[in-house]
């Protein structure tokens, strides 16, 4: 008895020290919280036995990249279409295509190779943790300059942070400068070619948020404080912005509070500009052309902040979930790929036209949920383009490998193309040997409409 009575009471009072070390982070909470880290850190390695963006493997197939139309589209806009390294090795046997000009039918039109150790060095990387190689670098993002340049956000896999940089080739391929400045998500060129992209920066997990008294619960890792910052057309840094810094200088902490991971409280996945529709609609706001227009995925916002000073002059949430890729279109109204929010779709994916003024949204697609893309669902990622004169939109559906092009008016899947890449020289690269293709369904990060005269004129036709 007196034995059991001994470790009854040790079982008591480890029960009341593991209580208080949790309550009052006394020995051994940081030991505890390094083991937790550390397994949640390993169930978020991705495999790397297959090339990055791979969703699956072995797929059948006759061809790559195929496409489905079903319905006119406009006849003289190309595709703009975001590829990646060991993307399309038919077509750039070496290191795959990281962006192709493509017709409607399949034929590729143009592209553009790179060699990631060409873009990014080992001095380059030296700052990032799990060992950052050129061969863990990813395509992210990609925008046309008015020149014809292709700028392009990178990201990392089992690299951290994962946010990597920008680059700039020409229309030949050639890199013109490149930065690891922890850029991520999809880059803008302006009409200025000055190039908007989301940054990001590593802060203190310990802290206040946005310079309240409520303490940052924030359970792995470091904060990613996260901005904004726009570059000149050689690369020039010419101002940056960081959220925490504007939300409390503009009196607007709440966008940092009700939020989904005090990990990351931000979570800027997209830039725009103000054009002069949208400054006329908002003039009240003090809204002006030019300014910018941010996605915070963690708060399921859209802000405008003033693109010299960064004041946050209107706050769009409601109708969305964990956006991405605010576009604005001509009347002023801004496209928006809503990951979560929809009501009236099957998953909750949905593409938005939303009204800046009043803050209240419209489905624009997808509206037949029977017909095809009307399954549309993609839980992250995903963005979404429109054409100059706003009436198409190409959606770019990331976890599921496809690119559907709609009739912005109507709902109306146009077309359907499926990412399909032949991953066998990769593999051979990895010492996997195939007889014939291995076909694979991959990723899509975006797609774009190219005017024909563009294309003319930067092909120097």
């Given amino acids: 008895m007196p034995a059991i009575i001994a470790l009854l009471s040790a079982l008591f009072l480890a029960f009341v020290w593991g209580v208080a070390a949790m309550k009052w982070k006394v020995f051994p909470y940081r030991l505890i919280h390094k083991i937790e880290s550390g397994f949640d850190a390993l169930g978020k390695i991705e495999d790397e036995s297959l090339p990055q963006h791979t969703i699956r493997s072995g797929i059948e197939a006759t061809a790559p990249d195929p496409v489905q139309t079903f319905g006119p589209a ?195 996945n997209g830039v725009d500009v103000v054009n002069a529709a949208m400054a006329a609609r908002l003039s009240a706001f003090g809204v002006e052309e030019d300014d910018l227009v941010v996605s915070l995925r963690s708060s399921s916002s859209i802000i405008i902040m003033d693109r010299d000073d960064g004041t946050i002059r209107r706050i769009l949430h409601g109708p969305m979930v964990a956006q991405h890729s605010p576009k604005v279109l001509p009347d002023g109204d801004i496209l928006v790929f809503d990951n979560m929010g929809g009501h009236d779709t099957k998953v909750g994916t949905r593409i938005l036209f939303l009204n800046p003024v009043t803050g209240g949204a419209k489905t624009v697609f997808p509206i037949d949920l029977e017909g095809p893309g009307g399954d549309l669902d993609s839980l992250e990622e995903g963005s979404v383009r429109a054409s100059p004169d706003g009436r198409h939109i190409l959606i770019a559906e990331t976890l599921n490998g496809r690119i559907i092009e709609a009739d912005a008016e109507t709902g109306e899947t146009l077309w359907i193309y499926t990412s399909i890449s032949d991953i066998a020289p990769a593999l051979a690269e990895k010492g996997k040997t195939a007889d014939g293709p291995v076909y694979a369904l991959m990723q899509t990060q975006g797609a774009d409409y190219l005017s024909r005269a563009d294309f003319d004129r930067f092909s120097g036709q």
């Fill in 74 to 268: 406009p006849d003289d806009q190309l595709i703009l279409m975001t590829g990646g390294f060991d993307y399309r090795r038919d077509l750039c046997p070496t290191h795959g295509c990281i962006a192709m000009v493509m017709e409607r039918d399949g034929t590729v039109l143009h592209t553009w190779e790179a060699d990631p150790a060409a873009i990014f060095t080992p001095e380059m990387l030296a700052a990032f943790k799990g060992g950052a190689t050129p061969e863990r670098v990813y395509v992210q993002g990609v925008d046309l300059a008015p020149d014809g340049d292709l700028v392009v956000t990178f990201q990392g896999t089992n690299i951290f942070p994962y946010q990597v940089g920008v680059a700039r080739f020409g229309w030949d391929g050639t890199v013109k400068w490149a930065k690891a400045d922890s850029s991520h998500h999809w880059p803008t060129v302006d009409a200025r070619g000055e190039v908007l992209t989301p940054i990001a920066r590593l802060g203190e997990k310990a802290g206040k948020i946005a310079g309240t008294r409520q303490e940052m619960k924030c359970t792995y890792g470091i904060v990613f404080q996260e901005g904004v910052q726009v570059l000149a057309p050689d690369g020039t840094e010419i101002r940056r912005f960081w959220l925490d810094d504007l939300v409390q200088s503009s009196d607007r902490q709440g966008l940092a509070y009700s939020v989904r991971d005090d990990c990351d409280p931000y979570h800027v």
